[in-house]
């Protein structure tokens, strides 16, 4: 709420920011030992993180420490709460339209080996889909940025510096829909390969939309891939599973 809410009150700034310092402090006490003896943390089957193997490589001194742990907490804090977000609004999108009955029957139809992978399965089939409903129900649906500089206007506002635009994702994204264009730049915050006049890129953008964009569509893909027999249960966003597996 901090992050995306416009116009947060003190109680949800002080929250947020006790809790990212905790995160932080938590992630370099995490860190420390790893830096010290040159390794990187192991997931559950014993191989190296990948994420986190990358963050420690582009940061190796060790006066790099606490912009690791700053950087690792910000993956954690923007990352995973935008993730979840526009997974669970596109999967409710698709089960309350049908869309994802229709999918379930179009991925099991294919045969086995028409694509090299399930990440290419994955993108032929659920990427337009995907694009469609993240277009009607983006997370988040709004964001709010405070103006460096003055002396323009949007619209017939004018706009100082330090003031707070209110940014509607939503609608960016809706017209987005309307006009048949498949651009789901805006809810990443603009596109991190486009080019600003100063030769950087766009403040916001995130560097983490390609990742983003394939966990969704791995979390799609594995519910889609079940074998079992797939029903939507009386509960929002919740599934029944019938079969072998599912007594299991």
């Known amino acids: 709420r901090y992050i995306f809410q416009p116009w947060p009150n003190e109680n949800v700034e002080d929250y947020a920011c ?7 402090a938590a992630l370099a006490r995490f860190i420390a030992p790893h830096r010290e003896a040159g390794t990187v943390p192991r997931n559950p089957r014993g191989e190296e993180a990948p994420l986190t193997a990358a963050v420690l490589a582009a940061f190796p001194k060790r006066t790099d420490d606490e912009l690791v742990a700053r950087t ?38 294919v045969p086995p080996g028409t694509y090299p992978n399930q990440l290419a399965k994955a993108r032929a089939i659920l990427w337009d889909a995907l694009v469609q409903s993240m277009q009607l129900r983006p ?28 940014l509607s994702l939503v609608s960016a994204a809706q017209q987005c829909l309307a006009d048949g264009k498949d651009d789901l730049s805006m809810v990443f915050g603009g596109r991190r390969t486009s080019t600003t006049s100063n030769g950087g890129h766009p403040t916001h953008a995130c560097p983490g939309y390609q990742a983003g964009m394939r966990v969704l ?25 019938e079969g072998p597996m599912a007594q299991a």
């Open 18 to 24: 006790r809790m990212g310092r905790a995160l932080t």
């Open 72 to 109: 690792l907490s910000g993956v954690l804090m923007g990352f995973l709460p935008t993730v979840d977000g526009n997974f669970r609004l596109s999967l409710n999108e698709w089960l309350r339209d049908g869309t994802f009955w229709s999918l379930r029957a179009a991925w099991m139809a």
């Open 139 to 166: 997370a988040p649906e709004l964001v709010w940025r405070r103006a460096t500089k003055g002396g323009f206007r949007i619209g017939p506002e004018e706009v100082r510096e330090g003031d707070v635009v209110v």
């Open 217 to 241: 569509l791995g979390l799609l893909a594995g519910l889609l891939n079940s074998k079992e027999f797939a029903r939507p249960s009386p509960a929002p966003l919740s599934f029944t599973f």
